[in-house]
């Protein structure tokens, strides 16, 4: 780190930083039970990021590279300088870089990559599969990261994080056909308690699946979301607290003003968590060397603070601001058994659902729901699509009380929207 | 001028080979792919501009794959030291030691797979480019690229920000095994234009691309995308929702692109055969489209961001004819699922970087063009939806199961487009109905290489896709 340090220092740039992450990693590739392939990683990633400002004071420019750890110190310092030269010909309204801060330690507990990757296979070992239910296949990813970022203000700050990544197919079959459900797990390390729960309730959906009906056309309908689906919903509200949002007049949320003239449903309270069990980015800084805490942003339905990046926060005029790493919504009102009532159509699976944050589009073609006809009878459909908008559904939208955690996010077990249209297959 | 290949490659080769020869000691088969791929990245808005050496494929690292008792592991590393193979060599051996102990503490079996053929094959290749991205003077090209943006924000008073977006990366990479000495170098470009409009609280985005193979001389071509990046943006914000329902619809060639890609490009890769993930196996030699669905995939069926002369297992690029006139002929396939369907590899084994395992991936995946003219398409269309600007796809090989979402659906009545806008569109439905459905397809054809393709939602690489104007039925939200 030294040599970077010095070819920085000395490459004429008005500040300067440098990244330094390396990441050790484990890769396990399984076919039904059997090993297709293992794999493993040793990689350094070096950024160097060099800052000047204009002569006149009114521009500031940034470049930045990736830098090898092989490059010799020659290499490095045609870089640096290529930056500075790169930097002045971008012109950014300047703004000051971050400075250092008490950064309170979080807790992480790297395991060995050996212990932690036994613990994965034991538990996708551990699934319980039967004739007409099984996995595909599945692989696993466990990797151990240390994030260094010194930079020209005086910040030295380390990182050490796990993170694993899970992905899974599970297969159900009937009667000759065949059907494939899909996960994308991202964790801090092995929650196999969690995995073998949520993985054996997408065997039931796939059991489902197999005896669904083609979805009714319903037109506008009432949406249940109680799987990873329902994260969208509220990264919606998320991307509009952003300062980056706020600043380019992408987002209509106020500072202290309600989100919806008309609340009938709950009101989100949404916040910034430092630390979030389980969740694969606990820091105590983030990218740009920002001290993480936790922050309300929005509160019973009225933004209250705006967050974001170093240079969108500046210019917003914002303090104590830093880009978000965990996240949580409050739950609401009611229990997940209260929200489901009357007739409503409950989608556990998508093919890929997606709420724009810029234009608050909701769309999601559906692979697997549950359609509750408010007569107490529920058929599983598959098939069609749903569409809406967020700009419809904020004002009486219902949350679970309960909550349940997804990658780096704490969100109601069950959303319900009201206003959301419903093709049929 | 030709791109010329990476001095650091060269510089590495005899190390490798040094490491290659120490490995070889302990696996039946070595292979080791090293890549040193620079490039520009230029991002310029209202309110930010960023320039950087990084884009989606540069990248500078060593994968290396062993082979013994009928499995394939791999090892990346990005501090080899070509003067010490050694210590490289010992470091790969104990970590995979490591793991083949932890595997025979949990019991785990192997899906055994037949060692790889190491046919001799020496290749260089420098393909033709004008500029290269580590190289380029970037004042000339930032001024216009805000100068383009300056203009967009000028065209209407909705404006909210104009964000031009242009990158560049010089690719090479070396592959070598006992037999095998190739080495591959290219410039691809790729760059947009997306405007950002918003009224009355309501915001629409209105986008348009550039891709190729070149450097960054390809930017010139940004400014042409302006128009419609602005004019499709406002036209959104005046757009109604679509009434669900399956219409009559003619895809614009960025549409019939994704549906290409989502279609049949995913449901044919045949790592999907292998783990029985995909219909397509079923569906060889049948009918899967009308007479007039011809598609292609392979890096050498275009000249853009994927045209390589090699895959990342050291496979020389193709050229394979999917579907033939509605006949669903083969798939593509990287080379240890071809060892275990029996089939030969067709230039499609394709990492995210180094860092990553290889799939079979897509490169070129575009439908053959027709002879009708759009003028024609559209006079045949009793009521129904011109379809333009793709956001995402999402494929269900599995079923054949589609998902569009489109920027915006013109509507067409008795022949004519009444100017009448819808948007979003979600377009669904099962592939064999959507390509059966197929009745005209234009004379022209585009290809789009802008975007990525993720496998599930990670392993992201760079694709294109694309084809003519088609005409088909389809299901609409």
């Known amino acids: 780190m030294d040599r970077y340090i010095d070819i920085m220092r000395s490459c004429g740039a008005d500040a300067w930083e440098i990244t330094d992450t390396r990441t050790t990693g484990w890769e396990f590739y399984f076919i039904k039970h059997r090993l297709d392939q293992n794999r493993a990683k040793n990689v350094e990633h070096i950024k160097f990021k060099a800052y ?28 640096a300088a290529e930056l500075v030269k790169r930097a002045s010909l971008v012109k950014n309204k300047p703004y000051r870089l971050n400075q250092p801060a008490d950064y ?24 319980d599969e039967t004739d007409t239910e099984d996995l595909n296949s599945f692989e696993l990813f466990i990797e151990q990261n240390e994030r260094r ?33 899909y996960r994308l797990y991202e964790l801090g390390s092995c929650d196999g308690k969690l995995l073998k729960h949520d993985i054996e309730e997408l065997m039931q959906f796939g059991k489902d699946r197999l005896r669904a009906e083609p979805t009714p056309a319903v037109g506008q309908s009432p949406v249940v979301l109680s799987t990873d689906a329902a994260l969208s919903v509220y ?47 606990n820091t105590s800084s983030d990218i740009e060397g920002a001290p993480v805490f936790d922050a309300v942003l929005i509160e019973n339905g009225v933004p209250v603070k705006y967050i974001g990046s170093r240079m969108f926060s500046q210019y917003m005029g914002l303090t104590d601001s830093f880009n978000v790493t965990n996240w949580a919504v409050s739950g609401g009102s009611m229990s997940a058994d209260e929200i489901r009532t009357g007739s409503f159509l409950e989608i556990v699976e998508f093919s890929d659902f997606q709420v724009d944050g810029m234009t608050g589009d909701i769309f999601g073609e559906i692979r697997l729901a ?12 598959s098939g069609g699509s749903v569409s809406g908008s967020m700009l419809d559904n904020i004002s009486d939208m219902k949350m679970s009380s309960e909550t349940r955690r997804y990658v780096n996010a704490e969100i109601p077990a069950v959303t319900r929207l009201e206003h959301v249209t419903v093709a049929g297959a | 001028m030709k791109a010329p290949f990476s001095e650091y490659l060269n510089s590495q080769v005899s190390g490798l080979r040094k490491l290659i020869t120490i490995l070889r000691e302990k696996y039946d088969y070595v292979s080791v792919l090293s890549t040193d791929s620079r490039g520009l990245g230029i991002s310029i808005s209202q309110h930010s501009k960023t320039v950087s050496s990084e884009t989606m494929t540069t990248e500078r690292g060593t994968v290396v794959r062993v082979y013994k008792n009928g499995l394939y592991s791999e090892y990346s590393l990005n501090t080899f030291d070509p003067e010490r193979p050694e210590a490289a060599a010992a470091e790969i051996t104990a970590v995979m030691d490591a793991q083949f102990g932890l595997l025979k503490t949990c019991g785990t079996n192997v899906y055994e797979t037949a060692k790889m053929t190491d046919e001799s094959a020496e290749l260089f290749v420098e393909k033709e480019t004008e500029q290269l991205p580590e190289t380029t003077d970037l004042s000339e090209i930032i001024d216009k690229l805000c100068a383009i943006s300056d203009k967009g924000m000028s065209m209407s008073e909705y404006m909210l920000d104009c964000i031009v977006r242009a990158q560049s990366t010089h690719i090479c990479k070396l592959f070598l095994t006992d037999n095998r000495y190739l080495r591959q170098s290219y410039v691809y470009s790729e760059g947009s234009v997306t405007s950002i409009v918003g009224r009355d609280g309501q915001n629409r985005f209105g986008y348009d691309s550039i891709s190729g193979l070149g450097g960054p001389e390809l930017f010139s071509q940004l400014e042409g995308k302006l128009d419609y990046a602005v004019s499709s943006a406002l036209e959104m914000l005046d757009a109604d929702r679509i009434v669900p329902g399956e219409y009559e619809i003619i895809t614009s060639p960025e549409v019939t692109g994704l549906i290409a890609h989502e279609a049949f490009g995913h449901g044919v890769e045949m790592d999907m055969f292998v783990k029985g993930r995909a219909l397509g196996a079923q569906y060889v030699d049948k009918r899967v489209g009308s007479d007039l669905v011809t598609m292609h995939e392979g890096a050498l069926c275009a000249e853009d961001v994927t045209s390589y002369a090699f895959d990342d297992e050291g496979v020389l690029a193709g050229d394979v004819t999917e579907i033939d006139k509605g006949i669903l002929k083969t798939g593509i396939c990287d080379s240890l699922s071809a060892l275990r369907l029996g089939t030969e590899p067709t230039g499609n084994g394709k990492r995210e970087n180094f860092e990553h395992k290889v799939y079979t991936r897509m490169t070129n995946t575009i439908f053959d063009s027709g002879s009708d003219t759009l003028e024609d398409m559209i006079a045949s269309v009793k009521f129904g939806y011109l379809l333009e600007g793709c ?17 915006m659906g013109r509507e067409i009545r008795d022949g004519k487009l009444t100017g009448k806008v819808v948007s979003p569109v979600i377009m669904t439905g099962y592939v064999p109905d959507l390509l059966g459905n197929i009745s005209m397809a234009s004379t022209d054809r585009c290809v789009y290489g802008s975007g990525g393709c993720g496998k599930g939602y990670k392993e992201w690489v760079k694709v294109t896709d694309g084809g003519p104007y088609l005409k088909t039925v389809g299901r609409l939200g």
């Open chain 1, 370 to 381: 549950y359609y509750h006809d408010g007569k107490g009878n529920v058929t599983p459909v």
């Open chain 2, 391 to 407: 956001q995402s796809g999402m494929e269900d090989p599995k079923h054949w199961g589609i998902q569009c979402i489109i920027q």
């Open chain 1, 149 to 181: 970022l010194i930079t020209s203000e005086g910040i030295d700050v380390t990182e050490k994080y796990p993170s694993a990544t899970v992905d899974v197919v599970i297969n159900a079959r009937k009667d000759g056909h065949e059907i494939e459900l």
């Open chain 1, 104 to 127: 309170v330690p979080v807790k992480t507990e790297l395991k060995p990559l050996a212990e932690e990757a036994e613990a994965f296979i034991r538990t996708m070992e551990s699934i």
């Open chain 1, 52 to 79: 000047k400002m204009s002569d006149d004071g009114q521009f500031l420019g940034m470049a930045s590279a990736d830098v090898s750890p092989t490059d010799s110190d020659d290499d490095l310092r045609r870089t």
């Open chain 1, 235 to 281: 990264e919606y509200f998320l991307d509009n607290m952003n300062a980056a949002f706020v600043l380019r007049g992408m987002s209509s949320f106020e500072l202290g003003k309600e989100i919806s003239d008309d609340y009938t449903g709950d009101r989100i309270t949404l916040r910034t968590l430092r630390e979030l069990e389980g969740s694969p980015v």
